[in-house]
């Protein structure tokens, strides 16, 4: 339960088009049953990922293109 305050904490931060592109993130793995910790666990990793981009001044999506190209790339 920590881990999930803490994230909404951080989830804050985000900027508005950022927290969108979270929620949709967010909906999508729920669709996929993963077991709450693990999900939180995801969702603070993207987070972080999220705000580090903010910090350079790019956007959620741009680093979620990034980490799909990574994966598909693999």
């Known amino acids: ?3 999930k305050e803490r994230n909404n904490r951080r989830d804050a931060r985000l900027t ?3 927290k969108l592109w979270m929620t949709e993130i967010i909906c999508y793995l729920r ?7 693990r999900l939180e666990d ?8 999220f705000l580090e981009a903010q910090e350079r001044g ?6 979620w293109e990034e980490i799909t190209k ?3 790339s693999m």
């Open 1 to 3: 339960q920590k881990i």
């Open 16 to 18: 508005k088009e950022n």
């Open 31 to 37: 669709e996929k049953s993963l077991e709450e910790g």
């Open 42 to 49: 995801i969702r603070q990793d993207i987070t972080d990922m």
């Open 58 to 63: 790019e956007t959620a999506e741009k680093v």
């Open 70 to 72: 990574a994966f598909v």
